[in-house]
């Protein structure tokens, strides 16, 4: 058992869980609009072709996590891409996605894991994706409005 499956088994018990791929968008859309984080900036659901499987939130921690059948990836740019693993956890609180694990980002040859992004730094208008190598980008929400187009 990886240790994402292990973070999650330790998640489930409190948890409230849903299956079903337009259930399981739903539901993340949802908790995304609740923590003001503008649907835009994480498109795992957007993706063309994802068929998410469950989709869990642990209120109690603020743990959620996505799975899908199979990894996917969303073109953001020219030279910027966003890798999605199977399995997606990471904590949620306003405006700020913690600890991330299975998503990673690639700008032009550089792929690195992305573990946080945070919405509105510097200001209100700008995302920071924050990669595990400690490096990080800041970009207007409106990158990301238009990749979600």
């Not at 503008?38 to 469950?54: D, Y």
């Not at 209100?124 to 990749?147: E, F, H, I, W």
Request: aromatic letters at 8%; proline letters at 3%.
């Amino acid at each position: 058992m990886s240790a994402t499956a292990k973070q999650i088994e330790a998640q489930r018990e409190n948890a409230e869980i849903h299956h079903g791929s337009a259930a399981c968008r739903q539901k993340f859309l949802e908790l995304l609009e609740e923590f003001s984080v503008p649907l835009c900036v994480f498109l795992m659901t957007e993706v063309e072709g994802a068929e998410l499987v469950e989709f869990g939130f642990n209120r109690a921690t603020g743990f959620f996590w996505l799975r899908q059948k199979a990894k996917t990836q969303r073109k953001m740019s020219k030279t910027s891409t966003l890798y999605y693993d199977v399995e997606v956890t990471g904590f949620i609180e306003e405006r700020r996605l913690s600890q991330i694990v299975g998503v990673k980002g690639k700008e032009l040859l550089v792929k690195l894991p992305i573990c946080e992004i945070i919405v509105g730094y510097p200001t209100a208008d700008k995302v920071k994706c924050v990669a595990a190598a400690g490096m990080s980008r800041v970009s207007p929400l409106t990158d990301y409005q238009n990749a979600a187009k």
